[in-house]
């Protein structure tokens, strides 16, 4: 049952639950979403679901098929072209980082490789994923581009929903953490070439990962 909070329209909340579900992989590329079902599950009424999956589907997350309701399921060519966009647009989001990141945010980035190879040695998966997005997050932001971070995030919920679903028995080793780190030094030392770069490289191991397990495509 969702903790429902006073203050936060219902459904938001529950826009903010579904997401969660979807992107952690509780749901199954291409299963139905039932809106009835949802309701009793949430122990709500059906207005605020049928909200929630609005937002859902401009998320892009969840898919109108006719008149049901699918979890998105994308191609291997939507795949690529999902993460060859965000590989260009955060390595530009490194490269303005570099340029105009404060120092709080430096040393948050500094906080996550710390907080990350500790998750990483117990084993904390959850944790391991939340601090990767955390990273990706705070570069977008410190690029100071609102335009730019519109972009990411107008993909970052498909991003999310890949890495963790479609990506899950793909990746990751304990490299993608030294890459962190090569792009947090890039960073602080404000080279934008260098950060550019580093994030580039980083975004294409994920694809190359992704284009070896489907040889034959």
């Not at 997050?137 to 498909?158: F, G, Q, R």
Request: with cysteine.
């Amino acid at each position: 049952m969702m903790q429902v909070i006073k203050s936060d329209p219902l459904h938001l909340q529950l826009y903010a639950a579904i997401k969660k579900r979807l992107v952690q992989g509780e749901y199954e590329p291409g299963e139905r979403i039932v809106e009835t079902r949802l309701a009793e599950s949430f122990q709500i009424s059906r207005a605020p679901v049928r909200e929630a999956i609005r937002m859902l589907i401009q998320d892009g997350l969840l898919e109108q098929r006719g008149k049901s309701i699918r979890v998105y399921q994308p191609n291997y060519q939507e795949i690529l072209n999902l993460f060859l966009c965000r590989q260009n647009l955060e390595s530009l989001a490194a490269r303005l980082a570099a340029e105009r990141a404060s120092e709080e945010q430096k040393e948050a980035l500094l906080e996550t490789i710390r907080l990350t190879r500790d998750a990483w040695a117990k084993q904390d998966e959850d944790a391991v994923f939340e601090l990767n997005t955390r990273f990706h997050h705070i570069i977008a932001k410190a690029a100071v581009n609102d335009p730019l971070l519109h972009l990411i995030n107008t993909i970052d919920a498909k991003v999310m929903y890949a890495r963790n679903v479609i990506f899950k028995d793909l990746i990751q080793n304990i490299r993608f953490i030294d890459q962190h780190e090569s792009i947090i030094r890039a960073i602080i030392q404000q080279n934008p070439n260098l950060a550019e770069a580093e994030m580039k490289n980083h975004l294409q191991h994920d694809i190359e990962v992704y284009k070896k397990a489907h040889p034959h495509i």
